[in-house]
């Protein structure tokens, strides 16, 4: 069994789009490695200690910086995946959506950093909403996929 995926107009988009999530990735990860400087904290320790976060502003910012990054790489995947398949049927909103989820990390990131208890920014919440059309999107482009199977 063949199948044959177009790439539709407009999908250049949604790679510009997942591109920009590596600016988001190379800023967390300098923001990291600025914080980790700062707090002392020596390799390959991946967070401050309690008792080390408790005693100092800076390692708790260094913890703060490290989750708000690890936090993302959980998300990544799922981004990705539902990026490139809502993408192939709806190109420009998965586009805006990827974007907005982008931008939504960067406002995450720094307000994580600052007071973890204010992370979910409205920005925040948009960039969220986004992935969850993503997400909608993409079942809908797989449950085609497999109903177009089941009618040969």
């Known amino acids: 069994m063949s199948t ?4 539709p107009e407009g999908f250049q988009y949604v790679g510009a789009a997942l591109l920009s999530t590596t600016i988001l990735l190379f800023t967390q990860n300098s923001l990291v490695s600025r914080h980790r400087k700062k707090a002392g904290i020596e390799y390959p320790q991946m967070y401050a200690e309690k008792a080390q976060a408790d005693s100092s502003r800076e390692a708790y910012q260094f913890n703060c910086a490290q989750r708000a990054h690890q936090n993302t790489l959980e998300n990544i995947p799922i981004l990705f995946t ?6 192939l049927q709806f190109p420009i909103p998965t586009a ?3 974007a907005l989820w982008t931008v939504s990390r960067f406002s995450y990131t720094f307000g994580y950093i600052k007071d973890p ?14 992935q969850l059309g993503m997400i909608v999107g993409s079942l809908y482009v797989a449950g085609n996929w497999l109903l177009a199977g089941f009618r040969k």
């Open 4 to 7: 044959t995926v177009t790439i």
């Open 82 to 87: 539902t990026s490139l398949l809502s993408g």
């Open 96 to 98: 805006i959506a990827t």
């Open 117 to 130: 208890k204010k992370r979910g920014t409205l920005m925040y919440i948009l960039g969220q909403i986004g």
